[in-house]
């Protein structure tokens, strides 16, 4: 994500979400909780727009995505999404659902770790967000629930078919995608849909701790390994052996490689400096 900005100030308050910033860890806070934070039109493009300028302004080194009240995401409101829909042509349809798409691609490609915090339920939309999710940390209450296909939509919705298989498996992701069934914690962190399982009431906390250990640590070693993740999911092996003997160099050029080196010699942790 490119640091430089045209003429758009940086947005001052944003109705559909709660930002936090505290020392490089934002949390965004799905703050919806009388509707279990179904999402709106208005809440896809705050997403959208509030991990485009994060991204461009490099202060921030970890995010936490968690949702207010009973539960993460209940997925797209029936009301102002659903019933919405039906009364919108195939042009305006195309732009919503690409709408959505740019949401998990840019909780994918922003240059920082993100950290579901999962309690309750995680459907439809909301299971895709904690899917696109580096991280997704879960207490017991936790469920998740692909449904589009309930709702007689394709179960490959925002990136669903692309990314579940990469996490649980063809088999896995198939009958999550086409039953449409819930997966509770313990099936979720069978299966690896989990990062890990909390005590009951304790995932926020947890992806607090771990959102703070990555803010800490070195950023653009993390930033560049989240990319490459990302991006050789679909490549030859020697195309991926390319890009990472490019990228380490690259690294190897740069500030923190040279501060671990002189924190060992020294006997103390280092002091990233995300450069």
């Given amino acids: 994500m490119s640091p430089f900005t045209g003429s758009t100030p940086r947005t001052a308050r944003w109705h559909h979400l709660r930002l936090d910033i505290d020392r490089g860890v934002a949390t965004v806070t799905l703050a919806r909780p009388a509707k ?31 949702g207010e009240g009973r539960g993460f995401c209940s997925g797209g409101d029936v009301d102002e999404i659903i019933g919405a829909t039906l009364a ?18 840019a909780l994918r490609e922003c240059p920082f770790p993100v950290v579901a915090a999962l ?16 991280f997704r940390i879960a207490d017991p ?13 394709s179960g490959g919705d925002m990136g669903a078919a692309y990314l579940l298989p990469r996490v649980v498996g063809l088999g896995h992701a198939t009958r999550l995608l086409m039953l449409g069934e819930p997966v509770l914690a313990p099936e979720a962190e069978r299966i690896g849909l989990l990062s890990e399982l909390t005590e009951e009431g304790g995932a926020g906390e947890r992806a607090a701790e771990l959102a703070r250990r990555l803010a800490d640590g070195p950023a653009l070693a993390l930033a560049q390994t ?11 092996l020697a195309a991926s052996i390319e890009l990472d003997a490019a990228t380490q160099a690259l690294l190897m050029n740069g500030e923190d490689y040279a501060e671990f080196h002189a924190a060992f010699t020294e006997k103390r942790p280092p002091k990233w400096r995300g450069c």
């Fill in 36 to 66: 279990l934070n179904a999402l709106t039109f208005g809440a896809y493009a705050d997403l959208r727009d509030l991990l485009a300028e994060l991204s461009r302004e490099r202060s921030v080194r970890a995010l936490v995505l968690d």
């Fill in 88 to 105: 919108l042509d195939t042009a305006q349809l195309l732009d919503f659902n690409r709408m959505t798409g740019q949401v998990v691609r």
């Fill in 119 to 134: 309690h309750g339920v995680a459907a439809g939309a909301g299971a895709v967000l904690a899917l696109a999710a580096d």
């Fill in 141 to 153: 209450t936790t469920r998740f629930a692909f449904l589009f296909t309930r709702v007689g939509l």
């Fill in 226 to 236: 989240k990319a490459l993740l990302t991006s050789e999911l679909d490549m030859p």
